[in-house]
């Protein structure tokens, strides 16, 4: 969804036509919409939907579905604990945060969090 507050004498189509020609949009279903205020709109949660379908063979079993609704602000503060208490776990040095492992991330033992999660 691309919400667009117009300024006067703005061309609707001239407008929709760069959107979709932007690398972000080009490849996926966008719908656009004119709003008074786009200031009104403004939520700090984000959602994700996601279903895709595959095949195994010749047979079409194959469904994944994810769906997450989060508070931007909220787990942006968690990400940052969560890196926080992994980077001390590590060597002195440099990492990003594919450098760490998963475990690292996480709260507690690892022990616990294995016999927990695994």
């Not at 006067?8 to 008074?36: G, N, Q, R």
């Not at 379908?53 to 994944?64: A, I, P, Y």
């Amino acid at each position: 969804m691309v919400y667009l507050e117009l300024e006067e004498d703005t061309v609707l189509d001239k407008i929709k036509e760069e959107v979709m020609k932007d690398p972000y949009f080009a490849h996926d279903e966008t719908e656009i919409e004119v709003v008074e205020d786009v200031n009104e709109l403004i939520d700090h949660g984000h959602a994700v939907d996601l279903t895709r379908k595959g095949v195994s063979g010749e047979t079409q079993n194959q469904l994944f579905r994810f769906e997450m609704k989060i508070n931007n602000p909220a787990l942006t503060s968690q990400i940052m604990v969560a890196a926080a208490r992994a980077v001390v776990k590590q060597k002195p040095g440099s990492y990003t945060m594919l450098d760490i492992p998963l475990i690292d991330f996480l709260y507690g033992e690892r022990e616990e969090l294995i016999r927990r999660l695994v």
